[in-house]
């Protein structure tokens, strides 16, 4: 269902898939390790970046209050949306993306998971974490990243690398520019 249907055969592979618009969907091994950095709670109110087809706001909305995902690209918000509704996830709102990163009409977000690279933490993003908030972000060059865990502790942020990955590019103000 978050597969185009030519590469069903391939959904239950450990692999990332290409979905349309030159976006991917990451591999389910990876969306399980955000998560679970996430440490979510079910009262948690969760902002995606990166709604591609839909797939990890529905894993989302199965842990916590609450998902708003945001999308740049406006096809896939449009199919994400309707795949969402159309399997009953309540729980997920799919939004357009603006030229800012992030949702922040709705903020402040108790968790924030980003499926694209930036090269550096967006303060766009800090900005929209809670007190006590954490926040799963690939940060690096185009082609490797950290993977890092950002807290919002009383003090200010602190940020801690979970491992190396590699993720599309977050493109937006505060972030890397459509090329």
Known sequence: MFVPH???SEAYEDVALPIAEGQTISQPSLVASMVDLLELDPSHRVLEVGAGSGYQAAVLSLLASQVVSVE?????TKTAKARLHLLGYARCRIEQAGDEIGWRSAAPYDRIIVAAAAPKVPAALSNQLGPGGRMVIPVGRRTNQDLLVVSRKSDGLSVKKAGKCMFVPLIG???????
């Open 72 to 76: 740049r690209i406006p096809e896939l």
């Open 6 to 8: 030519s590469l069903r």
């Open 173 to 179: 103000r505060d972030a890397w520019a459509l090329t």
